[in-house]
């Protein structure tokens, strides 16, 4: 059990900040809970309580672009449509087999985000450009995968913003685990979008691979500028397969994380066309 | 640290330690229909509902629950110990064998039926995939929320 001395739940913001500020290393921001209750390191006596601090909720802005509180547990992510429908279907699947509705229920976006480990949400994330607003002795936005490269600094990850797409555009998400609960061997999320019917910008995200994720530029470089056909899809899953360094570990060899990778990037492509189709 | 918060309708003022779990905290208080399973939020055994939704009370810092509203398997029944309809129809369906999950089961499908008073088979498994059980293979358990379901809108629109 950890040993925990002080116990804060701040009304607000500012007031979170100011005790994370004041309190040194020794105290960490308590979101959902969940992963902290079982990995609180030792040199931690104070927990300071987001969940008075008004950063759970949705938001879709009228430019399309979306905004998801840190506090925002998956379970009502996974309940608001703005999330869900947001290009075309992403998160949903992301989030349809994310735990177990145990966990969704008290699991927070904010929480899983912060704590940057074995993720199926941040390769979706990152396919979806997203910015993270983080409250230091200021407030920036910046884009998560430079978040998630920062060195460490206390801060108060506030919320992420999803931008609207520029025009048509569709995302798709993939995962492959031994079981449901398990952490997946690996991920893929994909993000396309369309101008006049050719490709005009494409992320390719590959998760699990010995980072959190990591687009892969010469997929995204064969599939952009040309319609999504299937031999431009073939084309961008062998650049996956090609351009990807997998770990290798007792649950599967690299060679096989190269082959899933290729795999789950033609299904994702195959499931954004789709989508795509229903957009048009 | 004193923490108070409500326990299936009862008010609970209590001291606790800052780390303990809401698991370790309420079966110390004698709410022992909630069970230490696995105690990594893997087995659902522990699950109570705090404001409404399920969870797993082993993945709670107690203080957590202060100021909220926490509902165990053992305040389902009404004062007389009649049981609950879903309880009831658990029974019924054969869903309830060596036990030690039930009160988890019931806590994650009375989640469901609040939001769903008519789910189908697959509603109900993915509801209940958080709560492992060893013994019934799962399918009567699912007969018995879908059949307490039932009894539920019956109940509600005479």
Known sequence: MPTIAHYHRPPDLDTAWQLLRDAGGSARLLAGGSDLVLRCPPEVDTLIDLSAAGLAGVTRRADGSLTIGAMTTFSDLLAAPAATDHLGGLLHDVLADFGSVLHRNQATVGGHVARARMSDLIPGLLAADAEVVVRTEDTRTRPLADHLAAPPGAHVLTELHLPAPPGPAAGAFTRFSRSAFDHALLNVAVVVHLDAGVVHTARVVIGETGVLGRRLPDAEAALTGKPPTPSAIDAAARAVVAGLDPRQDALASADYRRHLAGVGTRRCLQQVVARLGEVA | ?158
């Open chain 2, 1 to 158: 640290m004193r923490i108070e918060f409500e326990l299936d309708a009862r008010s609970i003022a209590v001291e606790i330690d800052p780390g303990e779990s809401l698991m370790t905290l309420l079966r110390r208080i004698g709410a022992v229909s909630v069970k230490d399973g696995c105690a990594r939020g893997d087995c659902g055994s522990c699950a109570v509902r705090l404001d409404g939704r399920a969870v797993t009370s082993c993945l709670l810092f107690a203080a957590q629950a202060d100021g909220r509203r926490v509902q165990t398997a053992a305040g389902l029944a009404d004062a007389t110990g009649g049981l609950h309809p879903l309880q009831r129809a658990l029974v019924d369906a054969g869903g309830v064998q060596c036990g030690y999950c039930t009160p988890g089961v019931l806590m994650a499908a009375m989640d469901l039926l609040d939001h769903d008073p008519d789910p189908g088979e697959q509603q109900v498994r993915t509801a209940l995939a958080g709560n492992l059980c060893r013994c019934t293979g799962y399918v009567k358990i699912i007969e018995g929320v879908r059949e307490a379901a039932a009894l539920l809108r019956e109940a509600e629109h005479g």
